[in-house]
């Protein structure tokens, strides 16, 4: 545009007789031209080196933005790979724990013995599904949803372990050692009673808190995938130079 306007107003003040003044000179016009328009044609020699210059910096600048974009969507891929593998088992695990709760739990209520018997025995698998959960926990791969989810989850199996295990907290309260046998066993007493209203109740608690969980992973999952697309497009649509 700067170029333009002094070529128009150099030829104009060419047709103007404007160069008649500086006619015998060795350049005629051109000298004049170039002595009138030296500081525009100065500056639009600026811009355009100017122009010139920043175009390797912005073939870079687009460059470095596709190889973050290339490293981010690798990042974000291997995320939702690693949450599908390893989600999927746990679920697994914690939904045949829970159906086993609470099939077992009604299937067993009509016979005390048997019910305590089966409920002191799958307190185990509870115990060890509150520990797995708490290992995976620390690593620290869950999304933000399932993070939160979890915490619930894990706590969740805490009370449900411990409502087990007051269940069964007569079993051995006579023992001598552990303080005098009647205030020992009046407070195993009590605490089965209680255990005995809360179980059902904290059993299916942990049915919601799994249902939660799942529930939790498709959020952080479907985020995922709209980072790693959004990604996906970026790449998809950048003038990549082909390989010979």
Do not use: H
């Amino acid at each position: 545009m700067i170029l333009s306007a002094i070529l128009g107003l150099s030829y104009g003040a060419t047709f103007n007789g404007s160069c008649e003044a500086i006619r015998d000179a060795p350049f005629g016009c051109l000298e004049w031209w170039l002595s009138r328009y030296q500081t525009a044609i100065a500056i639009a020699g600026a811009i355009l080196a100017a122009w010139l210059g920043a175009q390797p910096v912005l073939r870079q600048l687009k460059l470095s933005s596709l190889q973050t974009a290339a490293t981010l969507q690798q990042v974000y891929t291997t995320r939702e790979r690693l949450l599908e593998s390893g989600f999927k088992p746990e679920l697994d695990d914690l939904e045949q724990l829970s159906n086993e709760l609470t099939g077992g739990y009604f299937q067993r209520d009509g016979n005390r013995r048997v019910l305590s018997e089966w409920i002191w025995d799958i307190s185990q698998d509870v115990d060890r599904a509150e520990r797995r959960a708490v290992r995976r926990q620390l690593k620290n791969r869950d999304g933000d949803s399932m993070a939160i989810a979890r915490k619930g989850l894990i706590g969740t199996l805490g009370r449900l372990s411990t409502c087990m295990r007051n269940y069964n907290a007569t079993v051995g309260a006579d023992d001598p050692e552990l303080g005098p046998p009647g205030e020992v066993m009046l407070a195993a007493e009590e605490a089965k009673s209680k255990a005995e209203k809360e179980l059902p109740g904290r059993i299916e608690e942990l049915s919601a808190a799994v249902e939660n969980f799942r529930n939790a992973f498709m959020v952080d999952l479907q985020e995922l995938r709209t980072k790693r697309q959004l990604y996906d497009q970026i790449l998809a649509a950048a003038d990549l130079p082909t390989e010979a």
